[in-house]
């Protein structure tokens, strides 16, 4: 029976008989759970920055800036917390790891879709990623509609559009975005909306950085489960950005 607002509980309205019950380790060591609750809360985070996400693409494309501003803020203060917990897993030590990481099989983080589908949302659309998924799932039908709606850049960039600017390739874009830096003024909306990119790809960056130093610090060099390159693919991602053109820019200012 659901409860009503005027009887409903704190474990009721977050549900948390379910969501405590969902953590299910495969081992009897201690450190398992740890695993577990840290990548559980990381898809949590995850599903807020999508919706985040979602609601500032529609904003843009409705030339509400400001309130755009507020949900891309949002989505950077996430990206640090994210980002942050990876000191937690870091008291995992290899030892600890090791002891239960055959249990794993060929899972790995390398196949979250909601991490592919944040970053096909931003605008880093890769779609040899969709191998990664099953087909018929849910998560692979969320990648490809991803794949095939504007991003938060296409929409950014549509913007331009409308106020007036060259999209037509990459470097009319380019030219353009550095047009609204040279008059920051006159362009201020475009410019604070560059910026929050900016931002999101700034803490997107930092979370590459600090997951491939917990990944070496607690595997070193061997290979991620579930066939993956482990450090080394993490360090080959060290250098991608959703919106390079708003960091080629500050070269030319």
């Not at 969501?19 to 840290?38: C, G, N, T, W, Y």
């Not at 990648?143 to 007036?164: C, F, I, K, Y």
């Not at 607690?218 to 390079?244: D, M, N, Q």
Request: avoid cysteine; charge should be negative.
């Amino acid at each position: 029976m659901t409860a009503t607002p005027a009887g409903m509980t704190y474990a009721d309205y977050l549900s948390l008989d379910q969501l405590l019950a969902a953590q299910h380790p495969r081992s009897k060591l201690h450190d398992e759970m740890l695993f577990i609750v840290i990548h559980q809360t990381k898809e949590l985070w995850l599903k807020q920055m999508l919706h985040e996400v979602a609601l500032a693409i529609d904003l843009v494309r409705a030339d509400r800036f400001a309130e755009a501003y507020k949900a891309l803020s949002r989505v950077s203060r996430i990206q640090s917390v994210m980002t942050l917990s990876w000191d937690v897993l870091a008291t995992l030590t290899p030892v600890d790891y090791s002891a239960f990481r055959h249990v794993l099989g060929t899972s790995s983080g390398f196949q979250s879709a909601q991490f592919r589908e944040l970053e096909f949302r931003l605008g880093l659309k890769d779609e040899s990623l969709l191998a990664y998924q099953e087909g018929g799932t849910a998560g692979r039908a969320k990648l490809e509609a991803a794949l095939a709606e504007p991003s938060l850049w296409d929409e950014a960039n549509a913007a331009l559009v409308r106020a007036g600017f060259e999209v037509g390739d990459d470097d009319a874009i380019a030219a353009s975005w550095l047009a609204v830096y040279r008059d920051s003024e006159k362009w201020f909306d475009l410019y604070q909306l560059a910026e929050k990119l900016v931002d999101i790809d700034d803490a997107l960056a930092a979370w590459r950085h600090k997951h491939l130093l917990t990944v070496t610090r607690i595997i070193g060099g061997k290979r991620g489960t579930g066939g993956s390159e482990g450090a080394a693919y993490l360090a080959s991602t060290l250098s991608k950005r959703a919106f390079p053109a708003l960091w080629a820019l500050r070269t030319e200012l």
